[in-house]
């Protein structure tokens, strides 16, 4: 009644060999290809074990709701790392693990407590320093990891654009998505999860507060259409609907004229940040 729905049929490994140079640029080095793979591989049986989309008649969607499978050419780089890997994928106590991964870090991961998982159903889940000897940094209070998003520590991934940008929201922008607590006066981060990213945002209004929960949740709230993020290298990057990341220090300005507050946002890193960093 409503239109038609086209569920397109694949074998897992060519599904694989479009996957594959969908999430990750097929210049890359063959093992960061081949990781890839092993992660595409392990997330679609995952998804066709778990059949959430059987009411159409489907395992997954082509979107990063999923894993992204654009129309797009095959590249001997990636049919190679899908080939290399044939049916490999990543185990944990002889069961198919719940893998995830993210397109960049502010160089640090978080774990599954971000979604409101209990970190003993997912160890091989851990928030860890993306350089060299890893470990965990302790970034959950407010003041500390305000310090360490403005800056800009060495690691794995400190000379990508996205491992620090900037932004800006305005009140009267947040009021058309939090509607009832009057005009927004404060922002501020409740409670950090490991790494230091975003778990409870508070909204302090003229009429009462607010609290966001969940990273996913905390991105799609302050983000705004046509939103623009200041890259490190001084590049720009327009994106609707939600913010870059949730690993997130703001700040306010005194009210204008108007009585409209505008708030800075600095952060780091490019999506939910739990498991393996591309």
Not at 1 to 8: P, R, S
Not at 161 to 169: E, F, S
Not at 230 to 252: A, D, K
Not at 256 to 268: C, K, L, P, R
Request: glycine residues 12%.
């Amino acid at each position: 009644k409503e239109g038609l729905v086209i569920v397109n049929e694949v074998y897992l490994e060519d599904y694989l060999k479009r996957v594959v140079p969908s999430e990750m640029p097929a210049t890359y080095d063959k093992e960061a290809l081949k990781s890839q793979a092993v992660c595409a591989r392990t997330y679609a049986w995952r998804q066709i074990m778990s059949n959430s989309c059987k009411s159409y008649g489907a395992h997954v969607n082509d979107s990063i709701q999923y894993q992204v499978y654009n129309n797009t050419e095959t590249f001997g780089s990636t049919d190679e790392a899908v080939n290399e890997t044939y049916g490999k994928m990543i185990m944990y106590n002889n069961q198919v693990a719940e893998i995830f991964y993210f397109s960049t870090s502010c160089g640090h991961t978080t774990d599954g407590t971000v979604w409101g998982a209990d970190p003993s159903d997912y160890p091989y889940l851990k928030g860890t320093a993306v350089r060299e000897g890893g470990g965990q940094l302790d970034l959950t209070d407010n003041e500390t990891f305000s310090e360490y998003i403005k800056s800009c520590p060495p690691g794995f991934e400190s000379g990508f654009g996205l491992y620090r940008w900037t932004t800006t929201l305005t009140g009267l922008q947040l009021q058309q998505k939090v509607t009832d607590i009057g005009n927004i006066m404060d922002i501020t981060m409740k409670e950090r999860s490991t790494g230091g990213i975003g778990k409870v945002l508070t909204i302090t209004g003229t009429a009462g507060t607010r609290e966001i929960r969940g990273e996913a949740q905390i991105r799609s709230v302050l983000g705004t259409k046509d939103m623009v993020f200041r890259l490190q290298n001084g590049e720009s990057l327009i994106v609707s609907g939600s913010l870059l990341s949730s690993f997130i220090t703001i700040e306010h300005g005194e009210p204008d004229a108007n009585g409209v507050t505008t708030f800075s946002i600095y952060g780091g890193g490019y999506r939910h940040a739990v498991g393996k960093s591309q």
